[in-house]
């Protein structure tokens, strides 16, 4: 193989991770940073400022019980170098890119090794073997999408382990091995697991790994053991991930779940981890697709990839076994596998392996050419506007002050002591006179509903009496002095009724002077919308719509299944007599597909669905002109749903 051919896979890696390193940026700068991130990031943040064993109020436990990630201690110290959010994500991406560069260079040695029959050598199949196992490593749209969704350490991980086992492959007696074995352990319970499938697989692999992989598998079980008794695996979820498979015929959990009883349960119904895997095979195809399922032949990389593969295949959890971060290790895995497996083909059929390399090439671009170009569209879900805002709201927050904000944007407020999301009902522990609540009810990835959201801004406005300091850009920020014997800050349920000031449409716009009970929304002068994006979850039923408004000229009042983008009802009013409340009939028969995407041809993934219901949307119209003001919608079941 021409030494050109290696030399130009580092060039583009290199190149991979300068976009890889501009995307990250633009991910930060445009807060595309939610619950997980956080979670680290307060770590990170709380360490670098002395606070050796933080408690990580995210989660609500110290930041080891987790997952036992001792290295974020290390890694804290780059906080005095860089002390801003973006250097996690960059630290991500140069993970990544290493991994890469390790799996590449195996690939290489596998590669030049390969000869035709005869055992004379080919030319012209190591280089084709090269490009095709760089081609799976850089086209995997599974990387991006990875490095898209906020810092984990199990990519920081994936370095380590397969430094760690190219080590061993070359060397078994090396002592770097221990050393990369030790680095990959310190990322946590989940990169434990790594080192006990590749440790396996190194010692399936021949006679002369055999000894070496053992005691590397043997260390990573020793020391996932010692994790679990000191409880610090917390974020692992044994049993309510995998509690489940402990249960009995009857379905009824056992008291405690524990690794011995999951093991009991799998053994006494089997049936369940086999139809489990069945009905998700499609997604755990997905996962080693673009990488080249071939590689899965692999005596070293079988056994750590089908762990991987089990372990979030069998989660209870559906995004779990979606690709995503917990299968980081296939991406970068596999493709040293199907290599390999290549190599070995080419040795006595190297037409055959040339073609099936091709196949392979082909395969890894069809899959990014599906899915890299909806990257941007999944993950940066805020808007340039919103995201100006959020950073001059940061800018007011004084250091020590708690944040509570919406789990979506919550990565840029958790580089402080208490930082709270808001992912739906519940409350939250006061702990400094001054609490700042940031909302930001349809910017960014949320999982708490818009109504929800329009909620919260409510009751801060009206039975909190906090100061409202922001209201732009669809973010609204407020200052709340709780008094001396409040403890909480109480998140409400959805309520009926959400005030028109909250949910101004593009025609729309918030009148916020005043006391509260005089807030409102008031039109433009434009034609369109003066209320809309009060987003709300609905079964079919009948319901009914009342809006509370006052209107000079004609306007319609509407209710939208959105969803299906149907017009469920609507009133039309040529004006009122000053503050008028209209009220019209809902009737909602039936529930609309989601039209989620999932791919095309044989690159699909089978999405998460959301939850049972379709979205419903009280809206005002204007033809523009005249002054229109909506003060409240509400939209209430009049009927049991269907």
């Keep these: ?315 209870a959890n559906l995004l779990f076994v979606l690709p995503g971060f917990q299968g980081i290790l296939l991406f970068v895995l596999v493709p040293v596998g199907t290599v390999g497996v290549l190599a070995a083909v080419g040795r006595r059929w190297s037409r055959l392996a040339l073609v099936v390399a091709l196949a392979v090439t082909l395969n890894a671009v069809a899959w990014g050419a599906v899915w890299v170009p909806r990257t941007s569209a999944q993950w940066l879900r805020v808007s340039p506007a919103a995201a100006s805002v959020l950073a001059a709201v940061e800018r007011q927050v004084p250091a020590g002050a708690e944040v509570v904000a919406s789990q979506g944007i919550l990565g840029r407020f958790s580089g402080r002591q208490w930082a709270y999301g808001v992912q739906g009902a519940g409350t939250f522990p006061v702990h400094t006179r001054t609490v700042w609540v940031v909302v930001a009810p349809a910017q960014g990835i949320e999982t708490e509903p818009v109504a929800g959201a329009d909620a919260l801004v409510a009751e801060l406005a009206g039975p909190l009496h906090a100061d409202l300091v922001v209201a732009r850009a669809g973010v609204w920020a407020f200052r709340w002095t709780p008094g001396p014997a409040v403890t909480a800050l109480t998140v409400p349920a959805v309520p009926a009724t959400t005030p028109g000031w909250a949910t101004p449409g593009p025609a729309g716009q918030a009148v916020t002077v005043g006391p509260p009970s005089t807030w409102r929304a008031v039109s433009t002068g434009q034609a369109g919308y003066v209320v809309a994006g009060d987003y709300r979850r609905e079964l079919p039923g009948r319901y009914t719509a009342t809006v509370v408004l006052a209107t000079a000229a004609p306007v319609d009042v509407e209710v939208w299944d959105t969803t299906g983008n149907v017009l469920l009802a609507r009133r039309q009013l040529v004006a009122t007599n000053g503050q008028e409340a209209v009220t019209l009939p809902v009737d909602e028969v039936r529930t609309y597909p989601h039209h989620t995407y999932a791919g095309a041809g044989p690159f699909r993934i089978t999405p998460v669905e959301p939850p049972p219901g379709d979205q419903l949307e009280v809206r005002v119209w204007t033809p523009g002109g005249a002054p229109v003001a909506v003060y409240s919608v509400e939209l209430q079941l009049a009927g049991s749903p269907r």
């Design 1 to 315: 193989m021409p030494a050109w051919v290696r030399r130009a896979g580092y060039v583009v890696l290199g190149a991979q991770f300068v976009v890889l390193a501009w995307w990250s940026a633009r991910l930060a700068g445009r807060d595309a940073l939610t619950w997980d991130f956080s979670f680290y990031h307060q770590a990170w943040w709380a360490i670098a400022h002395g606070h050796l064993d933080p408690f990580d109020s995210v989660a609500g436990y110290s930041f080891v019980r987790s997952h036992g990630e001792l290295l974020m201690w290390p890694l804290a110290l780059l906080a005095w170098v860089w002390p801003h959010a973006v250097t996690l994500l960059w630290v991500q991406d140069l993970g990544l890119v290493g991994a890469e560069v390790v799996a590449f260079t195996w690939l290489c040695d596998l590669a030049a090794v390969t000869g035709s029959r005869g055992g004379r050598r080919s030319a012209w199949l190591p280089t084709v073997l090269v490009v095709a196992g760089l081609v799976s490593l850089v086209a995997d749209p599974w990387v991006y999408w990875t490095l898209s969704f906020d810092f984990h350490l199990e990519v920081v991980a994936v370095f380590f382990a397969l430094a760690a086992a190219r080590t061993v492959a070359r060397d078994p007696s090396s002592r770097w091995a221990w050393v990369w074995v030790g680095l990959t352990l310190a990322c946590g319970d989940v990169a434990a697991t790594y080192i006990v499938g590749l440790g396996l697989g190194a010692a399936i692999a021949g006679r002369r790994w055999r000894r070496r992989g053992i005691a590397v598998a043997a260390v990573g079980v020793v020391w996932t053991l010692v994790l679990t008794v000191a409880g610090w695996n917390l974020g692992s979820g044994l049993a309510s991930g995998y509690g489940y498979l402990a249960a009995g015929a009857s379905g009824a959990l056992p008291g405690s779940v524990g690794l011995g009883k999951l093991v009991v349960g799998v053994l006494e119904h089997p049936q369940r981890v086999v139809s489990t895997l069945w009905s998700r095979r499609v997604d755990l195809y997905a996962n080693v697709g673009p990488a080249g399922v071939l590689g899965l032949a692999s005596p070293w990389v079988a056994v750590a990839c089908v762990l991987v593969l089990l372990e979030n295949g069998l989660h």
